[in-house]
Each structure stands twice: as C-alpha cells, then as structure tokens.
C-alpha cells in the first residue's frame, strides 16, 4: 500500500519560515492536499492539488512539489500557525494520509 | 455555506455495531457532484481513512476495514451513514465525515464536520 512519510514535528521562530516535507513513492504523479488540524478542531484544508489555496487560507501559505517530496511552506509564522499538519494522495482507489507534522511556534 | 455535523452514541460495547450518522445543512448528497468520505482519528494519533462514497455511483473502503464497514445514504434525510461492525478497542476514534470538492477521487476534502467521539469499551 502507498505510504505518505512526515517528520513528526517542525519548529519554528515566529516571523521565520516552516517548511513540512511529505515524501511518497511517484508523489510527482499525484494532487497532494494539505490539512492543518489545530488543537480540538476539525482538519482544515489549506492547500489543494500541489498549490492552490481555498478561498480564506492567507498567501502565507503555499505548496510545492519536486521530484519525490511535497512541501507545505508557511512564511512569515504566527502563533495561531501551531498546529498539526497532514499532507494526503489518492492512488489507486486509496485515500492516504501522512503521519502528521506537529508544528511548534518557538 | 454548507455544513456537516456527525452523530453517534458516543460509547459502544466491544462486538456491537457503531452507528453514525453526518447530516448535511445547506446542500445535498444526492443532488451534488461531490464524493463524500469518513475518516477516523484515534486519541493523540493521525488521521486514517475508513471510505468514500459518490451517490449514484460506487464506494471504496479501506482495505484494513472493508470487511466490517458500509457508507450509505438516507436519501429521504440527506444524511450520510457509516456502520462498523464487531467493534474492539481499535475502533475508538474522533469519526468526521468530509465533502470531496468534486466528483474526482483525487479531489481533497474541503469542508470536514466537527468530528464525533466514539469509545469502545465494556
């Protein structure tokens, strides 16, 4: 089965950049969506296929992807940023979440 | 500005079926272009997918748990419905029920409900 790898955990300065890696076989093949789950709440989409942001989510936060990674930048860090963050693929009829990053705003 | 909103018993038995139940405000399953999954979180663990469902059309589940669980739709209500069967311990989890933003499998899950608690324990 396909699996999505997350470091555990990212910290970060306030006003710093947070950059979280999603690793995953062919990941380059795939729309890879990020979901930011804060304390208590519901997971929240933030971006969508690679790079696109909702309506809502501010442009500090963008996607990329190269070669075998997906990377969720956060720039100009808030504290409100803290949170648990899951990157997810579909492939082959399977819905697939990383592990999570918890990231810590220092 | 739809919404979803999960129900279930809070606390079932090991070996019963878990019943839950997500009701769709402002919007429709049945009318939309849209999949719809569930997706469990266990306490202090990530997030792991149990299935997806397009009305009309077909539902893939998990394959760790497709033998004990069903995704179907009270059409007369718009609610959208999960049972697992022969639970244990395994099963306690926060259980949300998301929108996918399209018809595509691929699309992400836009709108999440707030999550319902489940505990399984004698």
């Known amino acids: 089965s396909y699996v999505l790898t997350q470091p555990p955990s990212v910290s970060v300065a306030p006003g710093q950049t947070a950059r979280i890696i999603c690793g995953g076989d062919?990941?380059?093949?795939?729309?890879v969506h990020w979901y930011q789950q804060r304390p208590g709440q519901a997971p929240a989409l933030v971006i969508y296929?690679?790079?696109d942001r909702p309506s809502g989510i501010p442009d500090r936060f963008s996607g990329s992807k190269s070669g075998i990674t997906a990377t969720l930048t956060i720039s100009r860090v808030e504290a409100g940023d803290e949170a648990d963050y899951y990157c997810?693929?579909?492939?082959?009829?399977?819905?697939?979440f990383g592990g999570g990053t918890k990231l810590t705003v220092l | 500005q739809l919404q979803l909103q999960e129900s279930g018993p809070g606390l079932v038995k090991p070996s019963e079926t878990l019943s839950l139940t997500c009701i769709v405000s402002?919007?429709?399953?049945?009318?939309?272009?849209?999949?719809w999954g569930w997706i469990r979180q266990p306490p202090g663990k990530g997030l792991e997918w149990i299935g997806s469902?397009?009305?009309?059309?077909?539902?893939n589940y998990n394959p760790s748990l497709k033998s004990r669980v069903t995704i179907f739709v009270d059409t007369s209500k718009e609610q959208l419905s999960l049972k697992v069967n022969s639970v244990t311990a395994a099963d306690t989890a926060v259980y949300y029920c998301?929108?996918?933003?399209?018809?595509?499998?691929?699309?992400?899950?836009?709108?999440w409900g707030q999550g319902t608690m489940v505990s399984v324990s004698s």
């Open positions: 998301a929108r996918g933003q399209g018809r595509s499998w691929a699309d992400a899950f836009d709108i």
């Open positions: 402002s919007g429709s399953i049945t009318m939309s272009n849209n999949y």
């Open positions: 469902f397009f009305y009309g059309g077909t539902t």
């Open positions: 062919n990941i380059g093949s795939k729309n």
């Open positions: 296929d690679d790079s």
């Open positions: 997810h693929v579909w492939d082959s009829y399977l819905w697939v």
